[in-house]
């Protein structure tokens, strides 16, 4: 069975989403706990439209994972190589600890790009982290969501959510942003609560479908 079960994690938990505030840079976006509490809503021009194609497409990807997941293609990333392993069942992996990040992604019928989803794999059960990139036919991105699981001193346990919109020319115009506590789930979380835990591990965002290709090259 492929390892893309955890990516019907990210699915169920855009429930928790509220909207909420972040800056971007040219090849990530710093998403600073404490800085949560801004609003980032620029009311573009045509934002509608934007964010609609963006959950339009991600309805398209989840259907896929859902339905036919055939069409999802693993790869893996070891510690020691940026290059991408595809492999058929991620259990075919003699030597686990040695794999940095797997990889689920779903193509266009022409090949290209159109969904990422990135999995560090960390070497506890104490965090987890999903990483999902849309893009369209012409390899650019139009929604990247982040999903953190995370524990802290066995005392609260953290999914942290954002998602991020882009418009044509890769800058974020809109962000949805939403943390609970899973072992108080009543409780309202100051998102400064999650700063200091390790499993908020830095990652990138590839605001292209060249630059990751470039970034991870196939073998």
Not at 7 to 19: C, G, H, K, P, T
Not at 63 to 81: R, T
Not at 134 to 142: A, H, K, R, S
Not at 167 to 188: P, S
């Amino acid at each position: 069975m492929k390892r893309i079960a955890i990516f019907a994690a990210s699915v169920m938990l855009a429930a928790v989403f509220a909207s909420c505030g972040k800056e971007t840079g040219k090849y990530g976006i710093n998403d600073k706990a404490s800085d949560e509490v801004k609003v980032f809503d620029k009311k573009v021009e045509g934002e509608a439209d934007l964010i609609d194609k963006a959950e339009a497409l991600q309805s398209k990807v989840d259907d896929i994972f859902m339905k036919n997941n055939v069409y999802v293609e693993l790869y893996v990333e070891m510690k020691d190589d940026n290059s991408l392993i595809k492999v058929d069942n991620f259990d075919d992996i003699k030597d686990k600890s040695k794999v940095a990040k797997t990889y689920n992604i779903v193509r266009y019928e022409n090949g290209a790009l159109m969904n990422l989803t990135e999995m560090p794999n960390p070497a506890g059960r104490e965090f987890e982290n999903i990483y999902n990139s849309l893009y369209d036919e012409q390899g650019n991105i139009v929604k990247f969501q982040r999903v953190s699981r995370f524990t802290i001193e066995q005392v609260s346990q953290f999914i942290e959510t954002s998602a991020y919109y882009f418009d044509k020319n890769h800058e974020a115009v809109k962000k949805d942003y939403g943390i609970i506590d899973l072992l108080n789930m009543d409780r309202v979380v100051n998102p400064g609560e999650a700063e200091s835990s390790p499993g908020r591990i830095q990652y990138d965002v590839f605001l292209t479908a060249k630059d990751f290709n470039e970034a991870h090259p196939l073998k």
